[in-house]
């Protein structure tokens, strides 16, 4: 992708934050509203980004929102995708759907012991061990990142480098959530919010803390 480094930030942060003003994006990226707006033009000639409907405001004209084209969320890459698609296609074809999902299961299952073992060295703390769960979902490729909300927090997964896979497959998704709530179970409730294959521009998942664990966080503070 042969795009400027300021175009890259562009392009990055519609990633991570979805439609955008040009106004907003100078803010965030400390551009002027010109630079944005050239860098922007530049990029939809290439059909990285594009604009939205107008939305209305409450006062003065209504604004355009910017947002990456498909071209823009390819240039953010499915691990392996084909390769995926074929080994699924070969499994599901030669031992049928449920050998699939039993395989998809295991190979979670060591997922969610590596997972585990990095969470119990990163301290008792639920917010240490969201920390640590959004480090190693960024290191695997989702672009995680957790956010506060006010009664718990959002696990924001704004890429998903098995899209192929799991469009192929919803295994992976169901197997995704249900490994979270095991490693959290007992002290917080996991409940997906946004869902990509749903329509959403991203997976997130809301964080609540279990009766117990807020009581902790009471007499703490």
Partial sequence: MELSKSQQQIMHHLKMRGPQTVKILAKRLD?????????????????????????????????????????????????????????????????GEESLSELITQRNARVQDHYQAELGSSGSKLEAKLARLCELRSEEGYMAEIRLIPNGWLLVENHCPIYAAAKSCQQFCRSELEMFQQLFAGMASIDRTDYLLAGARRCAYKITSAPAEVEEINRLE
């Avoid at 002027?32 to 980004?49: F, N």
């Avoid at 953010?76 to 074809?93: C, G, N, T, W």
């Fill in 31 to 95: 551009m002027t509203t010109m630079g944005v707006r050239q860098h922007l033009a530049d990029l939809q000639m290439k059909a990285y980004v594009g604009q939205t409907q107008q939305e209305k405001q409450t006062r003065g004209r209504p604004v355009h929102l910017w947002k990456l084209s498909g071209k823009g969320h390819q240039q953010y890459p499915d691990a392996h995708s084909q390769m995926s698609l074929e080994l699924i296609d070969v499994i599901r074809a030669k031992y």
